[in-house]
């Protein structure tokens, strides 16, 4: 079983910057894409961008030209670079194929907030 480990959350100012990492346990990239979802408090886990093994990306419309999905030449890794962040990014993120597959990790918190 894969074990997924997302980091680079924290707090930052509307309009602050962050890049997520996603690092599993082994090489994926099989047959689908893999994908950052988040669930903010009291809302349902949303795909927000995904990634395939070619390297096409797909974005969510909320998120579309700040956010940026990368995968790391290994094919065990999964970056989210978010710029322009607003209050209603406020989420704890995770990676995972899309659809899920794999265990879900802890997630990483992303706080957006003055």
């Known amino acids: 079983q894969v074990q997924l480990v997302e980091s680079g959350g924290g707090l930052v100012q509307p309009g602050g910057s962050l890049r997520l990492s996603c690092a599993a346990s082994?090489?994926?990239?099989?047959?689908?894409?893999m994908g950052w979802y988040r669930q903010a408090p009291g809302k349902q886990r949303e795909l927000v961008a995904s990634?395939?093994?070619?390297?096409?990306?797909n974005y969510t419309d909320s998120v579309k030209d700040r956010f940026t999905i990368s995968r790391g030449n290994l094919m065990n890794t999964v970056y989210l670079q978010m710029n322009s962040l607003k209050p209603e990014d406020t989420a704890v993120y995770y990676c995972?194929?899309?659809?899920?597959?794999?265990?879900w990790g802890q997630g990483t918190q992303v706080t957006v907030s003055s």
């Open positions: 082994r090489t994926i990239f099989s047959i689908n894409p």
């Open positions: 990634i395939t093994r070619e390297r096409v990306t």
């Open positions: 995972n194929e899309d659809p899920p597959q794999f265990r």
